[in-house]
């Protein structure tokens, strides 16, 4: 055998080694993984942007088939802007001579996850980290009828936005600022995505989850995610400058691009939006907690499904004439001019609301709002 067919039989035999090693690789690679590091290592990526103070990128992936989904998502740093462009949740991955490579669909090119160096059944080993198998995941039935999801202003260019999500998917949206979309509209979200938000959902302990995160830190933004369930609050969990343990990270990260996901959608009652002046914020529940912005989202939400003919109080009810801004750092909201807001009257289940200039709109929920989340007036 002359050199040349040598070498061409010592190529064949290493590229089927990697081949074999890569197929291997790839059918160990499929499940749920938690990526975490070797004592004393720190990631290091050039092309991703500097660490934020507070939050730290997820540890979750999961590999099915040959598609890749990150419980960050996927972005693009684009270093001239500093700017993240939003490439999705999932995208395709491939092995090759041991490297994991995922698919930039911005890009169009195929970026370098990691060597694998070796694998057993529970662990797969990198360089710099390993990915060690996720445990089964309990699968938790978490119903609701609608959940409320907000995010409020900080120093800085936290997105500010309250929507609504009902069981079938349809999207009540407020962007005030710094979100993808800005205005308020009304739609649907995509079905993939939302089938894959419920997923995460239900591998969570809703019920039991504490009813607060926080960090002991200044100049943040407050997030809320709220779950309605028989017209009324059935749990609230808050988050200040933390994000919870991971898979918790993992709902909040879809939630918070669950915007780029609205489809048909259509302005809503941009006129009528009086959620944002908050007429009701000086009702407080028996543990003291204030009529919140995340509360008046959720009754004006209710208040535009329910507008009935018109009619008169038959018990005591309670009338606001006068009304304080909610809007971010009390600027005029940029995407939609609201009537002015001159009164608003309610016995708690039915209301008549009064704007400038304009007759009084009639409305009837059909049940008592503020004795359903326990709230009363002092």
């Known amino acids: 055998m002359n050199k040349l067919s040598q070498y061409i039989l010592l190529l064949i035999i290493i590229t089927s080694c990697h081949n074999s090693f890569d197929?291997?690789?790839?059918?160990?690679?499929?499940?749920?993984?938690i990526k975490e590091y070797y004592p004393e290592e720190t990631m290091i990526d050039e092309d991703l942007p500097p660490p934020d103070f507070f939050f730290k990128p997820n540890v979750l992936y999961t590999f099915q088939n040959d598609t890749l989904f990150d419980a960050n998502q996927f972005h693009n740093y684009n270093k001239k802007t500093k700017k993240n462009n939003y490439l999705g949740y999932k995208t395709k991955f491939i092995i090759k001579?041991?490297?994991i490579y995922w698919y930039n669909t911005l890009t169009k090119q195929d970026i370098e996850y990691g060597k694998i160096k070796k694998f057993t059944n529970d662990t797969i080993y990198f360089e710099n980290f390993m990915l060690v198998k996720e445990k089964a995941q309990q699968v938790y039935q978490n119903k609701f009828d609608a959940i409320i999801v907000t995010s409020s202003g900080c120093y800085g260019t936290c997105p500010i936005y309250n929507y609504r999500i009902e069981a079938d998917g349809t999207f009540i949206y407020d962007g005030e600022k710094f979100t993808n979309i800005e205005g308020l509209y009304k739609g649907k979200i995509n079905k993939e995505y939302f089938n894959y938000f419920k997923k995460i959902l239900n591998q969570?302990?809703?019920?039991?989850?504490?009813?607060?995160?926080?960090?002991l830190a200044t100049d943040g933004n407050y997030e809320e995610l709220v779950f309605v369930k028989d017209e009324k609050v059935i749990k609230k969990i808050s988050f200040y400058l933390n994000d919870g343990p991971p898979k918790v990270k993992q709902l909040l990260d879809i939630l918070r691009l669950m915007d780029y996901y609205l489809e048909d959608k259509k302005p809503y009652q941009s006129q009528n939006y009086f959620s944002i002046q908050n007429p009701l914020y000086f009702y407080k529940?028996?543990?003291?907690?204030d009529f919140s912005n995340y509360?008046?989202?959720?009754?004006?939400?209710?208040?535009?499904k329910h507008q009935t003919n018109p009619f008169k109080f038959t018990s005591k009810t309670i009338k606001i004439n006068n009304f304080r801004p909610n809007y971010y750092w009390n600027s005029e909201h940029k995407y939609f001019n609201p009537k002015s807001l001159v009164s608003l009257e309610t016995d708690h289940q039915r209301f008549q609301i009064k704007f400038k200039n304009e007759p009084i709109q009639y409305y009837d929920l059909g049940y008592n709002f503020l004795e359903n989340n326990n709230y009363y007036t002092n």
């Open 295 to 304: 509360q008046m989202f959720y009754l004006w939400t209710e208040l535009m």
């Open 97 to 99: 001579d041991s490297i």
């Open 23 to 33: 197929g291997k690789a790839n059918n160990a690679l499929q499940g749920n993984w």
């Open 285 to 289: 529940t028996e543990n003291g907690e």
């Open 204 to 215: 969570i302990d809703i019920k039991n989850l504490p009813n607060k995160y926080e960090r």
